[in-house]
T-cell receptor
Framework: NAGVTQTPKFQVLKTGQSMTLQCAQDMNHNSMYWYRQDPGMGLRLIYYSASEGTTDKGEVPNGYNVSRLNKREFSLRLESAAPSQTSVYFC?????????????FGSGTRLTVV | RKEVEQDPGPFNVPEGATVAFNCTYSNSASQSFFWYRQDCRKEPKLLMSVYSSGNEDGRFTAQLNRASQYISLLIRDSKLSDSATYLCVVNNDMRFGAGTRLTVKP
């Protein structure tokens, strides 16, 4: 069982470059999330999608855009990368938004912006 | 006050010890709570849910104190393999605590 798959696992970008982080889940979950994790800051929610066709901003959405392509896929785009976006990015899914079953996370994307 | 707060630790305990972590939250309307475990450079993995009545899974016990707005995680008979960072999450807000680092030593 793949669960939540994120690509790429590692990426180095130059300031100003753009890229899309991909996330796909095979658990038929309705809700998907993007978090970033920085040392000492814990996980902070960037965007989430409570169900297919909807997206909402989280705690730190500036500099990011998302697309819920279908029920399985939820991508995160950095239009013009900045060094402050150096972080580990985790995608997660859950059966429903205010989940009673918790999240399943992908293995993360380690992004460095130079 | 942060919406979800944890003591960052580190907690360094010997094998066999009992250790407890707390996680405080600010939103009194919060309904669902979880503990996650995160190993170094890995993704968080669900450890257990926290129910109003408390719940136990082997050596792990989770409890909720609504009056004081905190959840707790108790680990009994600590194992070396319990060394990790423990994160709490308040699902209504989709907010995680920054995590508590535990190191269990021989």
């Amino acid at each position: 069982n793949a669960g939540v798959t994120q690509t790429p696992k590692f990426q180095v970008l130059k300031t100003g470059q753009s890229m899309t982080l991909q996330c796909a889940q095979d658990m038929n979950h309705n809700s998907m999330y993007w978090y970033r994790q920085d040392p000492g800051m814990g996980l902070r929610l960037i965007y989430y999608s409570a169900s297919e066709g909807t997206t909402d901003k989280g705690e730190v959405p500036n500099g990011y855009n998302v697309s819920r392509l279908n029920k399985r896929e939820f991508s995160l785009r950095l239009e013009s990368a900045a060094p402050s976006q150096t972080s580990v990015y985790f995608c997660a899914s859950s059966e429903w938004g205010l989940a009673n079953y918790g999240y399943t996370f992908g293995s993360g994307t380690r992004l460095t912006v130079v | 006050r942060k919406e979800v707060e944890q003591d960052p630790g580190p907690f360094n305990v010997p094998e066999g010890a009992t250790v407890a972590f707390n996680c405080t939250y600010s939103n009194s309307a919060s309904q669902s709570f979880f503990w996650y475990r995160q190993d170094c450079r890995k993704e968080p993995k669900l450890l257990m849910s926290v129910y109003s009545s408390g719940n136990e899974d082997g050596r792990f016990t989770a409890q909720l104190n609504r009056a004081s707005q905190y959840i707790s995680l108790l680990i009994r008979d600590s194992k070396l393999s319990d060394s990790a960072t423990y994160l709490c999450v308040v699902n209504n807000d989709m907010r995680f605590g920054a995590g508590t680092r535990l190191t269990v030593k021989p």
